[in-house]
């Protein structure tokens, strides 16, 4: 299974991004779905997941009332949509795909995207 991740870019504090994520390849089954990020010299942190239906969301709690995850239905494509941009934000964001559950850690995925660079300045 591929993941390719798409809709990085450099943006000013307080501006919107749409980052996008399409699943390909391997055996068709829906996937639940997830967005990490990294920054340079700390570990890949959670920002949101979605589970199969939809229905399920999970953010991290510096994320949450700005970032909003979906997907379409009975799809494996995701989307994270930014606003409110802070220079925290900054990082390589990579999407995840899993068969079990959408939870928060990165073991609960199996296959990942290449990532997408985010930056947003000050």
């Known amino acids: 299974v591929q993941l390719q991740a798409s809709g990085g870019g450099l943006v000013q504090a307080g501006d919107s991004l749409r980052l996008s994520c399409a699943a390909s390849?391997?055996?068709?089954?829906?996937?639940?779905m997830a967005w990490f990020r990294e920054v340079p010299g700390k570990e890949r942190e959670f920002v949101a997941s979605?589970?199969?239906?939809?229905?399920?969301?999970f953010y991290a709690e510096s994320v949450q009332g700005r970032f909003t995850i979906s997907r379409e239905k009975g799809r494996n494509t995701v989307y994270l949509q930014m606003d409110s941009l802070k220079p925290e934000d900054t990082a390589v964001y990579y999407c995840?795909?899993?068969?079990?559950?959408?939870?928060?850690?990165?073991?609960?995925?199996?296959?990942w995207g290449q990532g997408t660079l985010v930056t947003v300045s000050s």
């Open positions: 995840a795909a899993g068969t079990n559950f959408a939870g928060r850690s990165r073991l609960e995925y199996d296959y």
């Open positions: 390849g391997g055996p068709f089954k829906v996937y639940v």
């Open positions: 979605i589970n199969r239906s939809g229905g399920g969301i």
